[in-house]
């Protein structure tokens, strides 16, 4: 172990022999989501540094406290980049908080999740040791996948210290075109293109000023620079300029679009729905128009406080789920309950990584 690892498993140890929940905590950007925020503050900013990167490889290991931008900033300077597009929700964001969270961008219907670029991870589990699974290449098949069940875990198995992580080189061509379409007429667009040969990278839906039927459905094209003309050719609509499509699409990812911020200054709670890509607008009493990006399958909406019990209702007609992602102001969202499978899952795993339950109790799922 390297000095901050040693530190930090003598807390673990420490608070596993006195049962004291710790609570993991990176850059805080994330600290709004999930279950309550409980236990002794551990933070990972001395877990800071890239270990190792090979641009020619499309790896790169870097320490867990590391703030996003800069392994960002690296990835840019060598032409490569995370495709997915991790979502910073401010300044502070480390590479370890954007895979405990296992949030992905605009461009997670194309490209894939977090967990799918997740090589290998070190952690130190609840009895204090440090553990490492996966590898740092490419092609990793031997044993138990264990370093992608920490992508989405947030903190709940361990304290992750280290990641290997695919990367890819940047699109050399990237454009956004806009349609004036309804949301049903957006739906059916997407399903339509994502049946063809385009290089569709990222799309978001929004409703007119006032909420009005007619909207506004943003398309972007990403890939080589003969697929993206030709494609924008075929599909015609509005140019949205380099600046504005760069400014639109970064707003979509850490939830500075004006969807977002009105429904915060509204008191709101934001909705998150995970429908397939072929479900119909959603109908429920009193629901207003979503937000619609991943070419339809995911949908937020904002929602009165108390008052998504339609929602959920309507968005498992369609066959998906719905979970409160940012409460209003002064307010936590308890987890979702779990069917028993899962909820046996989740024990097993716990009790595996961490024995004592010290690790964010309560923040994933409700009771662990």
């Known amino acids: 172990m390297t000095p901050a690892q040693s530190q930090i498993a003598e807390r673990v140890r420490a608070a596993a022999a006195q049962k004291r929940p710790l609570r993991l905590r990176g850059g805080g950007t994330k600290d709004f989501h999930g279950g309550p925020l409980d236990g002794e503050l551990l933070t990972l900013d001395t877990l800071a540094g890239i270990t190792s990167y090979e641009p020619s490889e499309l790896v790169v290991t870097v320490q867990a406290g590391t703030p996003l931008a800069e392994l960002e900033a690296l990835l840019q300077a060598h032409g490569q980049c995370l495709p997915f597009e991790p979502p910073h929700f401010g300044a502070g964001a480390t590479v370890g908080g954007m895979v405990s969270a296992g949030l992905a961008g605009p461009a997670r219907a194309s490209v894939g999740s977090v967990r799918d670029y997740v090589l290998g991870a070190s952690l130190i589990n609840g009895r204090g040791e440090l553990l490492t699974f996966g590898g740092q290449v490419m092609k990793n098949v031997a044993g138990y996948d264990v370093s992608r069940v920490l992508a989405g875990a947030w903190g709940t198995l361990g304290v992750i210290t280290e990641l290997s992580l695919k990367v ?47 909207g506004r459905l943003h398309l972007r094209l990403r890939g080589a620079v003969a697929a993206v003309q030709a494609a924008g050719r075929q599909l015609g609509g509005e140019v949205l300029p380099p600046e504005g499509a760069e400014a639109l699409w970064r707003s979509l990812r850490d939830q500075r679009h004006a969807f977002f911020t009105d429904a915060a200054a509204q008191g709101l709670d934001l909705w998150r729905a995970s429908v397939p890509q072929t479900a119909p607008v959603l109908a429920a009493a009193g629901l207003s128009a979503p937000l619609i990006e991943w070419h339809g399958a995911q949908r937020w909406y904002a929602v009165p406080p108390g008052g998504a019990a339609d929602l959920a209702e309507s968005v498992r007609a369609a066959g998906g789920w719905a979970a409160a992602f940012r409460p209003a102001a002064g307010r936590r969202a308890e987890p979702a309950p779990l069917s028993p499978a899962l909820m046996d899952i989740h024990r097993a795993l716990k009790a595996a990584f961490d024995p004592a339950g010290i690790f964010n109790p309560g923040r994933l799922v409700a009771g662990l």
């Open 168 to 214: 890819l080189p940047m699109a050399p061509a990237e454009a956004t075109r806009v349609f004036e379409c309804s949301q049903a007429e957006a739906l059916r667009l997407l399903n339509a293109w994502g049946g063809q040969p385009l290089p569709l990278n990222a799309s978001l839906w929004q409703a007119g000023p006032g909420g009005g039927a007619v």
